[in-house]
């Protein structure tokens, strides 16, 4: 499995602990910024990492702001993208059961490190259900 990361100003170290926690658990990742902590735009990075997952380059996306509203707004906007906002860990495993959810919004204001690890965990290690409602109920989506 490859994650592809990416996180504005406001998202960037609650991206940096992820990813030290990607690396503990031997979970491959690409970086698609931003860098540091001067101030940015969280469309960029939207972008960027929905591109990944729609290419195929990654399985899943991660992506951080200050809220995780603004990234799962732009996420959304880009066809084939499922992004969730998740800030507790029911939403993490059923949006990955029902929704097949692709992407995970996190907001670094509004969640801890501790919290927000968990639901990463969460994330990546719930499958799809493949129910054919919910597959039924997502085409409904891509249509
Ligand atoms: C940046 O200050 C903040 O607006 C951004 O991180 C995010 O919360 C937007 O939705």
Avoid: W
Wanted: with cysteine; charged share 25%.
């Amino acid at each position: 499995m490859k994650i592809a990361l990416g996180s504005d100003h406001g998202g960037y170290a609650l991206k940096m602990s992820i990813i030290e926690h990607l690396k503990e658990r031997g979970i491959e990742f690409t970086d698609k910024g931003c860098f540091d902590e001067k101030s940015c735009d969280y469309p960029v990075y939207a972008k960027a990492v929905t591109a990944a997952v729609n290419s195929g380059e990654a399985d899943l996306g991660i992506l951080v702001c200050g809220t995780g509203i603004g990234m799962s707004m732009a996420a959304n906007k880009v066809k084939g993208i499922r992004a969730a906002l998740c800030h507790d860990n029911f939403s993490a495993q059923a949006t990955r059961e029902h929704n097949n959810a692709n992407v995970l919004c996190l907001g670094a204001r509004v969640v801890g490190p501790g919290l927000a690890l968990m639901i990463v965990d969460t994330f990546l290690d719930t499958p799809f259900s493949n129910d054919e409602r919910h597959i039924r109920r997502i085409s409904m989506i891509e249509d």
